[in-house]
């Protein structure tokens, strides 16, 4: 089935199985491989992406599912080449290590922060719950979003 | 700490941002699952549901005849082939008799583990794959499993069923047993505790891929895939299938997290070479994260017993130590050396006359065991230190007394001090690490909350616990690795070259997966050769590119590789400094080489920068009689000995006594890994180090059932904790220069693992000690404190 939707600004198109994940959609049929798949199980939040402006896990929904929205995935943030603030928040901070979970915590921290533009360093650990990381113990992943907020002073962090 | 963009002199010591981030934070990073080449085939495994069982007969025609299926094969079919010369490999038969049952990609007459592969299906998409391989039918002739250590030593059943027995190996580390046994008899104090290191699922973010790319007119194999380990994996390869090794090379693109569990040679990595060479199209697996509970080894998996005999005071006089240590099926690329790598640590920070040490393998029908993070060395540690603090409190005196009346060296500074465990320590200083963590922690104001909560009858008690721990980095000295019967040497192999533009590139044999190898070493670079990091390139972990190395394990990367590039630049500067003597018309002797340039001593207007003479090399117009072009020199470093980093952590752990809950409430490490090359990237390292660790000591376990199903093998079950269950850390460190390499370096990235478990199991047990309760078994759940503590108050009513 013929499945379009508009991805990072662009109108896209492809043919795919009924069956066939948003998240497989992305990375395959459109060759956007900047979102990742770390489990099956919806539980890890590597692909998460946004949809219509809100974080959604790319792997809980069908492509057929997504037709006619407006998607934004890990390559739409940078703009011609200058990082999103919250991109360059987790490289002042040193906020990942091997990059895996990275795209996804980008735009799950991206959607946190528009709706909670000031969190807490509470709030901002229980907004990225569904987002795993192996690497970094989440320090300086919290230290990154609450310097994107402008509100590193309340974090507790070094 | 504030991070540094531009390029200062001296960038070594400073934290300076990583160069890797950019591609990785815009999705540019390449993982093998992101590569596609036309004509691919998936493939699918067919996988045993039985923990051990015979197969009568498998039925393939149905997957075959599906659309989009390429080739159906079982095992038995897959040996006809003549695919491979030998089995799996180990690389570690630590005994001349240790046991080892053939090990091949498929299996042919019986699985040994749930998910041990029997048929692999190829096929066109990745979806039709796994269709594909669920229309295989499989018919099993169940045999009974053995799903434990115990059961593997009771030996009622055997996990293969042609062996007498499930003992693998018997490894003994005994410098005096006279002296030992002297010691316990003499004792006033002798504690024992007993510990199980529970089986843990490695978890990298990214599962583990494959892309094999044949050439069929040209006789290679190119390699992608998701490994720690590209050059060995080469060797392994060539040496397990029979294909030239100049033939194949193996690159490690992206790489997601390894943690050691990335460090294997794997039945789906034999098996993508091998198919894809075979049928001239390229072959690509991508396992699902369900299926890595069976497809990726798994970590620990030991019953530990361990016994302190101390004097009146608390003076540790002998400390002997016996392991159980589960293999699972199959012995795999290093699994019976896991537990060895931690042998001689169970001495810790502490001046223990008298020590040994023994180890029973045993085969179980569960996924092999191998290196996760630590290995053997966090088992280690945490045995030592829950047992010191049992020690503390038959003594009576508190943990951190107890450490500092037993630290080697007198709690001072040492260095090269041999222990009882046939070790010489590089250097070390455990007091003041002690002191500064304490300090950090407010130690003094916890156990006054602790005490006010207790008085008050509070429901959520505070625990505080500490763990100094000492690891071993560096691996390896070559002739060290072969006193303990390992395969392989322990060298790392270094290249550096001016390129015409004085540019430099470095090729490095360590094969970065997340840990910033890229950064420190452009670091180290630009120090030596006074020219900016971003003049820097660093070229890695493609065996076409990086012919020589023996990858990235065991914090092996900067006190072993990171050395050698050091090395590799004094011999550029070497070559330079005669170059530029003989264009300059000076002694070489009277030049000195400070900030990129050659002096001449006295005469600072005559001055030459290094890339004037990179492009003099290059162009070889003017170079002394009988000179090779180009500036450009390689080192394979030996480490005359391992690096020993130490460090002091303190947990604080609220538990709640209605619920059994355990929250980490605050978390401080000091930590010393000798020079720190880059702190931005040492403390993240260890941030990391330090949840994996608590996730052993409050979350995870592989748990199974007595057939042998893994019964937590999703993330749904399998608990890799949120940004929601830690706190953010207080770190610090003390810089005790390694005597083991010319950088002074150690080693960083096991250190917080190998500190945490024990320190938050400490913590636990000190929160419930005025209920008399002495040890908790990791993971410590809610289900297990509450029955602990309700058991705990009955005793006492």
Redesign the interface.
């Known amino acids: 089935m013929q499945v379009e939707m508009t991805v990072n600004g662009q109108s896209m198109s492809a043919d795919v199985?009924p069956?066939?994940l948003l998240v497989?959609y992305i990375?395959?049929d459109l060759g956007?491989?900047?979102?990742?798949?770390?489990?099956?199980?919806s539980?890890?939040g590597?692909c998460t992406i946004h949809i219509n402006g809100e974080s959604a896990k790319s792997c809980t929904m069908l492509a057929a599912q997504a037709r006619g929205t407006d998607v934004t995935?890990?390559?739409g943030?940078?703009d011609n080449g200058t990082?999103h603030p919250m991109?360059q928040a987790?490289?002042?901070?040193?906020g990942?290590?091997?990059?895996?979970?990275?795209?996804g915590m980008?735009m799950a921290a991206t959607s946190l922060l528009k709706e909670n533009p000031n969190p807490t360093?509470a709030e901002?650990?229980?907004g990225?719950?569904?987002?795993?990381?192996?690497?970094?113990?989440?320090?300086?992943?919290?230290?990154s979003v609450l310097s994107a907020a402008g509100n590193s002073t309340n974090?507790?962090?070094? | 700490?504030t991070?540094t963009e531009s390029a200062p002199a001296n960038v070594v010591g400073t934290p300076r941002?990583?160069k890797?981030?950019?591609?990785?934070?815009?999705?540019?990073?390449?993982?093998v699952?992101?590569i596609?080449v036309p004509g691919e085939l998936w493939m699918g495994m067919v996988r045993s549901p039985h923990a051990h069982a015979k197969i009568s007969s498998i039925e393939t025609s149905a997957a075959a005849e599906m659309d989009g299926v390429h080739a159906v094969y079982t095992g038995a079919q897959l040996a006809d082939m003549g695919l491979w010369i030998a089995p799996l490999p180990c690389a570690w038969p630590v005994t001349d008799d240790m046991v080892n049952p053939p090990h091949f990609p498929v299996a042919t007459e019986a699985a040994h583990h749930v998910g041990d592969i029997v048929a692999v299906v190829l096929a066109d998409s990745?979806?039709g794959a796994v269709d594909a391989a669920e229309l295989v039918d499989v018919e099993y002739e169940v045999l009974p499993a053995v799903a434990s250590i115990a059961e593997a030593r009771d030996g009622s059943a055997t996990a293969h069923h042609d062996l007498d027995s499930n003992k693998a190996f018997h490894w003994p580390l005994m410098p005096d047993p006279d002296a030992l046994e002297a010691a316990f008899a003499s004792a006033t104090h002798v504690v024992k505790g007993e510990f199980v290191q529970q089986r843990l699922i490695p978890?990298?973010?990214?599962?583990r891929g494959v892309l094999a790319i044949p050439s069929p007119a040209g006789g290679d194999v190119t390699l992608y895939s998701a490994t720690q380990v590209p050059h060995i994996l080469k060797v392994m390869i060539a040496a397990t299938t029979g294909l030239p090794e100049a033939k194949l090379r193996i690159i490690a693109p992206?790489?997601?997290?390894g943690?050691g569990a990335k460090l294997n040679v794997n039945p789906d990595e034999l098996l993508a070479v091998t198919l894809a060479n075979k049928l001239g199209r390229a072959v690509r697996w991508t396992e699902?994260?369900?299926e890595a509970a069976f497809s990726t080894h798994q970590g620990r998996g030991q019953l530990q017993t361990i016994e302190i005999a101390a004097d009146e005071s608390g003076k540790i006089a002998g400390v002997r130590v016996h392991i159980d240590a589960d293999m699972g099926a199959y012995m795999m690329l290093i699994t019976p050396g896991v537990p060895l790598l931690g042998s001689f640590l169970y001495t810790g920070v502490y001046d223990v006359p008298a020590f040994g040490f023994t180890c029973d393998g045993y085969f179980t029908n569960l996924t092999p065991t191998d290196a996760y993070r630590g290995a053997g060395r966090p088992e280690a540690s945490y045995a030592i230190e829950r047992a010191m603090d049992m020690l503390a409190a038959k003594v009576g005196v508190g943990p951190d007394e107890i450490r500092r009346r037993n630290y080697l060296g007198g709690g001072g500074p040492f260095e090269n001090l041999e222990t009882a465990s046939t070790l010489v320590f590089d250097s070390g200083n455990y007091g003041p690490s002690m002191d500064a963590a304490l300090e950090m922690a407010g130690y003094a104001d916890l156990r006054a909350e602790q005490q006010r909560r207790r008085d008050a009858g509070e429901s959520k008690q505070m625990g505080i616990g500490l763990c100094t721990y000492v690891e071993i980095c560096g691996l390896a000295p070559s002739r060290a690795l072969g006193g303990l019967n390992y395969g392989a040497g322990g060298w790392e192999h270094a290249v550096v070259r001016f390129l015409p533009t004085g540019k430099v590139e470095v090729v490095t044999g360590s094969t970065p997966?997340?840990?910033?190898h890229e950064t420190s070493w452009s670091m180290i670079v630009a120090d030596k050769l006074g020219i900016d990091p971003d003049d820097v390139q660093v070229l890695h972990s493609d065996t076409a590119i990086s012919p020589l190395g023996l990858d990235t394990y065991g914090s092996r990367s900067l006190a072993v590789g990171g050395v050698a590039v050091a090395m590799a630049c004094d011999k550029v500067i070497e070559k330079a400094k005669l170059i530029a003597a003989h264009q300059m018309e000076a002694n070489a002797d009277d030049l000195e080489f400070a900030g990129g340039a050659f002096t001449v001593k006295g005469s600072p207007e005559s001055t030459m920068p290094i890339q004037a003479i990179a492009f003099g090399a290059f162009t070889a117009h003017n170079l002394p009689d009988g000179m090779e072009p180009n500036l450009q020199e390689q080192v394979t470093f030996d480490p005359p000995n391992f690096a020993f980093p130490f460090g002091t952590h303190v947990a604080v752990v609220e538990v709640d006594e209605d619920t059994g809950d355990v929250s980490l409430m605050d978390y401080t490490a000091i930590d010393d890994c000798g020079t720190q090359i880059n702190p931005?990237?040492v403390?993240?390292?260890v941030?990391?180090?330090?949840?994996?660790g608590v996730a052993q000591a409050l979350w995870e376990e592989a748990s199974y059932d007595a057939d042998g199903n893994c019964k937590n093998p999703?993330?749904?079950d399998y608990l890799?904790p949120?940004?929601?269950e830690?706190?953010?850390?207080?770190?610090g460190s003390t810089t005790t220069p390694s005597t083991s390499n010319p950088l002074g370096v150690k080693g960083v990235g096991e250190a917080?693992t190998i500190g945490s478990a024990a320190a938050v199991i400490n913590a636990v047990c000190d929160a419930l000690s005025p209920y008399g309760v002495t040890d908790i078994a990791m993971p410590a759940t809610p289900a297990r404190v509450w029955k602990t503590i309700q058991q705990a108050k009955g005793g006492q009513s």
């Not at chain 1, 956007?32 to 199980?41: A, E, I, K, Q, R």
């Not at chain 1, 987790?90 to 040193?94: A, I, K, S, Y």
């Open positions: 199985e069956r066939t497989h990375r395959d956007l491989t900047g979102t990742n798949v770390g489990c099956d199980t539980s890890c590597a995935t890990i390559e943030m940078a990082l991109q987790f490289m002042e901070c040193h990942l290590q091997c990059g895996y979970c990275t795209p980008v360093e901002v650990r229980e990225l719950e569904g987002n795993l990381c192996r690497c970094t113990g989440y320090h300086n992943i919290v230290k974090g507790g962090s070094q | 700490m991070a941002l990583r890797e981030d950019p591609k990785l934070l815009t999705g540019e990073g390449k993982y699952d992101d596609h990745r979806y978890a990298a973010m990214e599962p992206s790489v997601g997290g943690f699902s994260r369900s997966h997340g840990q910033g931005l990237i403390e993240g390292q941030h990391g180090g330090i949840v994996q999703s993330f749904l890799v949120s940004a929601a830690v706190p953010s850390m207080k770190l917080g």
